[in-house]
């Protein structure tokens, strides 16, 4: 794709072309996507700690944007489970769901409240939780397995990020995926962007919040679909891997 083709997706299209694009199911009367993945049958499950039960987070606000920045250096400190469950609050916690489950109210912005993401984390550190892949669920505020031993031939998480060695001295990497639909089903053609805006919302609330507990985090947008997506057991088309932030606790300076 060239440059000038990149651009059009920057910008907003034309009432025009607006009026020109196919009616969104929405206006069909098409029924909503669910709100989020269904949890599969007998799925291993791990409850985190309810919202209100949570005493982290205390860093003033504007203490958290002072110190905000990518850090790449993590001890080998675990996280607690309240650390991590405030961090998936933080980031895709649900605050309020529509009465007739059309949309739900969440930490973060994302237009028409559409919220198009699954949270999935490479846990390799986090107390009470077995190493391997798990899906946060948002709708009940816990942790689903997706496995525990990688399906053969997966790669390391570094590996997936074209050799970034430091990502696998994470205690946790989260990787956000995107289903489009979720989006294109209010918003039709005109999703991209609102999905990119969202998703970087998402990643900047991390990184405050893990400034609160005295982690941090580095946004990394640099790797490989081809492996990423089935490592996660996504299809890559109807779901795709979008954003990856590895998190751990860090040294002074780190």
């Known amino acids: 794709m060239s440059m000038d083709e990149l651009r059009k997706h920057l910008k907003n299209p034309t009432l025009e072309v607006l009026q020109a694009a196919p009616e969104p199911d929405q206006q069909k009367g098409v029924e909503p996507p669910p709100l989020e993945k269904a949890i599969p049958e007998g ?19 504007a203490a958290a944007i002072r110190e905000r920045k990518s850090r790449r250096k993590f001890t080998d400190e675990a996280l607690t489970i309240e ?18 489950r ?35 669920s948002a709708l009940e505020h816990a942790l689903i397995n997706v496995w525990d031993e990688a399906p053969a031939g ?24 995107a289903i489009p639909y ?9 999703s991209l962007k609102d999905i990119l805006f969202s998703c970087g919302h998402i990643c900047q609330n991390l990184y405050l919040a893990c400034e609160s ?41 780190g």
């Open 154 to 177: 997966t790669p390391a998480i570094s590996e997936i990020c074209f050799g970034q060695t430091w990502v696998d001295s994470a205690a946790v990497t989260f990787v956000w995926t």
């Open 102 to 136: 059309v949309h739900a109210f969440r930490t973060v912005p994302s237009g028409g409240c559409r919220h198009p993401f699954e949270t999935y984390l490479f846990i390799d550190r986090v107390e009470g939780v077995t190493h391997g892949l798990w899906r946060y």
């Open 182 to 190: 979720r989006t294109a089903w209010r918003y039709g053609p005109d």
């Open 83 to 100: 650390e991590l469950s405030y961090l998936l609050w933080a980031t895709q916690g649900i605050r309020e769901i529509h009465p007739k």
């Open 43 to 61: 799925a291993k499950r791990i409850d985190l700690v309810p919202v209100g039960q949570l005493t982290l987070g205390t860093m003033p606000v």
């Open 213 to 253: 507990i005295g982690a941090g985090t580095c946004a990394v947008v640099s790797y490989n679909q081809a492996t990423m997506d089935p490592a996660l057991g996504i299809d890559g088309e109807n779901e795709m891997a979008l954003y990856v932030s590895p998190v751990g606790k860090t040294a002074k300076g």
